[in-house]
């Protein structure tokens, strides 16, 4: 092939290249060109056939042509990529002035809202999580509190028993977390400071009491650890958790087998107007239930109630959640009615944090 004529290909071919409109018809002329079967990846097979003094000529001029034809295809194609990529983001513009899709949300259940806030507040004052599980030794749960077999007690707790297997002892569904006593006083050395939420049952059910509901039970065990660090520590609590700053608080004279002296604790309140306020008011309610552990109860862990002494407190979940956010029946709060959740749940964002403080 002649210079000339070679030029003439070369310039029809660029000439092409230049005007092609989108990759897959760049890619059809890079393969009917430079590819192995390409126009041009033919003609250096005529190599061979030429005069042997035209053949160096010829392989410059064609290699030159092969360049050529390399170069303008892959300036054509970062041209072309651009070009589409630009349509591409100018298709895909953002609207932001369209609404948001509703995005469905899951809420958090009062009960570990409440629990998040509890031990939040607990954890700020230098307590430890301790946990127990549901099912629990009848000395755990009865025996080593100083309920023994006989004891009135028991009959309050309308206990669920498990099925008593041969010779075995008696299991039952605890009916407090104070069993979580026990087996953190046998399992750690004083000092203690603890707090124990968790599930507990009881055979009873109306607008005030579930078969199943969840405590919160504090213990504290120190040398010097007395009943006006059980009355600061529970005062305390009780404003950061209803958020009242000059909550008023009593403690009365009680009785649980495991504490001695026992207390119930009260917090001001007024019915005035049909509703109930948390805070002053001629009214009290009571809170929750504590005392200084029963010496024979550290007896029963082996520690020495001589050198150590402390309180313990047991409080309701439900209850405190009922009062502080306003839901009015207990039984919902196990009916898993999705309305019920959306309208008594938090957002996930608002969980306290610990770090921060509450
Ligand atoms: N366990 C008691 C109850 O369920 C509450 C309590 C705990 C009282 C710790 C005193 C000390 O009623």
Request: aromatic share 8%; glycine share 8%.
């Amino acid at each position: 092939m002649s210079t000339e004529d070679l030029n003439k290909v070369s310039d029809t071919l660029l000439a092409e290249i230049e005007n092609t409109g989108d990759l897959a018809t760049l890619e059809r002329i890079r393969i009917a060109t430079i590819g192995k079967q390409g126009s041009i990846t033919e003609l250096f097979k005529t190599i061979s056939k030429a005069p042997p003094e035209e053949r160096k000529g010829l392989g410059k001029r064609l290699n030159h042509v092969k360049e050529l034809c390399e170069k303008a295809i892959l300036e054509r194609k970062q041209c072309l990529e651009l070009e589409e990529l630009q349509k591409k983001i100018a298709a895909e513009k953002i609207d932001i002035t369209l609404p948001i899709r509703p995005e469905p949300h899951g809420t958090i259940h009062p009960i570990s809202q409440a629990i998040d806030e509890m031990l939040a507040i607990f954890c700020e004052m230098g307590f430890g999580v301790a946990e127990g599980p549901d099912i629990e030794t009848d000395f755990n749960n009865f025996t080593a509190l100083n309920i023994p077999p006989e004891h009135p007690a028991r009959q309050e707790h309308d206990t669920f028993y498990l099925p008593q297997k041969d010779g075995g002892t008696r299991l039952v569904l605890r009916t407090h977390t104070s069993p979580v006593q026990i087996r953190t006083m046998l399992s750690q050395k004083p000092p203690i400071r603890i707090v124990v939420p968790g599930r507990t049952f009881r055979a009873d059910y109306d607008s005030t009491h579930s078969p199943m509901f969840h405590q919160i039970e504090g213990l504290v065990i120190d040398k010097k650890t007395h009943m006006g660090h059980l009355k600061g520590c529970l005062i305390e609590f009780c404003r950061t958790f209803f958020g009242v700053d000059k909550l008023p608080a009593r403690f009365r004279p009680s009785y649980f087998p495991f504490t001695e002296p026992s207390a119930e604790m009260d917090i001001g309140c007024s019915r005035a107007g049909g509703g109930l306020k948390i805070g002053a008011g001629a009214d009290w309610l009571e809170i929750l239930g504590c005392g200084m552990v029963h010496p024979q109860v550290l007896g029963h862990c082996e520690i020495d109630a001589s050198r150590y002494q402390g309180f313990a407190f047991g409080l309701g979940i439900e209850r405190a959640a009922m009062l502080k956010y306003g839901i009015p029946d207990l039984r919902t709060f196990f009916d898993s009615d999705i309305r019920w959740l959306r309208h008594y749940g938090f957002s996930a964002l608002n969980l306290p944090n610990i770090a921060e403080g509450v």
